[in-house]
């Protein structure tokens, strides 16, 4: 499936800004055998002052941006096009969860893609004793880990009700899971916890999901979504696979990835510090146009 993919993103100040440093990641990322990027541009106004293209050590595409002279605006204007695979489910080869263990110890890569860096506490997300005592009460011993992947992403759908006022963008994993609500950044840092807490390796994943207007309603631009996801680690056979919590499944053709992170800081589309008193005001528009 090929996609045109746009992202509108505009801050108003109060007062201008007398400066500001960004880093951005809102471009997706060629992934071999699930998405090539054709192109990719990002348009920002005012021009920044200085602009610095890079990857991360996850091969996440980033922009570093800088101003040094007031605005009291501030727009990014994002343009993809990508061709995004169909994945096939394999069959399930992974091991018992009891055999994680000594499978991880034989592991002495530290690549990018390495179980070991999705292992352990990150910056959003470290494990608590009830995550890990709701995590135990789904699963059985007798479950491979691709099944328990499944079945936790299951029961977080279940028991979570999407309601995008519930939480900030740094509302605490721990707050949105007490309360049963959040969105899909809370949804995927809950998931994540539970499956670290089994010892299973998982990752955030940041990317665009095309939404599918109700059947005979004309498609809305602007209405597609950024998303969060999960990206978990089923053994040496299975390798990575990815899984949507939000809407119990697993991810295909319709996520297109932006890149990878341990929780949301790794990978947030910006974060940064800006030099401004008073409040400001937001705006977000995706569209994920098939071609």
Not at 12 to 29: E, F, I, N, Q, T
Not at 234 to 251: C, K, R, S
Request: glycine share 6%; net charge negative.
């Amino acid at each position: 499936m090929q996609y045109e993919i746009s992202l509108n993103i505009a801050y108003k100040y109060d007062y201008p800004a007398a400066g500001g440093r960004h880093l951005l990641h809102m471009v997706p990322k060629s992934i071999e055998g699930c998405q090539n990027v054709e192109f990719n541009e990002i348009i920002i106004d005012p021009v920044p002052d200085e602009m610095v293209k890079s990857t991360d050590f996850f091969g996440n595409h980033t922009l570093h941006i800088a101003f040094q002279a007031p605005h009291k605006s501030l727009v990014f204007k994002a343009k993809s096009q990508i061709t995004r695979e169909s994945i096939v489910v394999p069959a399930d080869t992974s091991p018992l969860l009891n055999q994680m263990k000594a499978i991880l110890k034989e592991i002495r890569s530290l690549s990018p893609d390495s179980p070991h860096h999705f292992i352990g506490p990150s910056q959003r997300i470290t494990s608590t004793e009830c995550v890990q005592n709701y995590t135990l009460d789904q699963i059985t011993a007798d479950m491979s880990v691709f099944t328990i992947v499944k079945t936790i992403n299951q029961a977080i759908n279940r028991d979570m009700t999407f309601d995008s006022r519930a939480t900030q963008v740094d509302t605490p994993y721990e707050q949105s899971f007490a309360n049963r609500h959040g969105v899909c950044q809370d949804f995927s840092h809950i998931m994540i916890a539970c499956l670290r807490s089994l010892n299973i390796p998982a990752a955030y994943v940041s990317g665009y999901l095309r939404t599918i207007p109700p059947e005979g309603k004309e498609r809305l631009e602007g209405a597609d979504a950024m998303h969060a996801w999960v990206r978990a680690w089923l053994g040496p056979d299975m390798g990575w696979l990815e899984f949507d919590p939000t809407n119990n499944i697993i991810v295909n053709e319709d996520h297109i990835v932006i890149g990878y992170g341990r929780d949301y800081s790794d990978i947030s589309p910006i974060k940064g510090v800006l030099r401004a008193e008073g409040s400001q005001t937001s705006y977000q528009s995706v569209d994920v146009k098939p071609l």
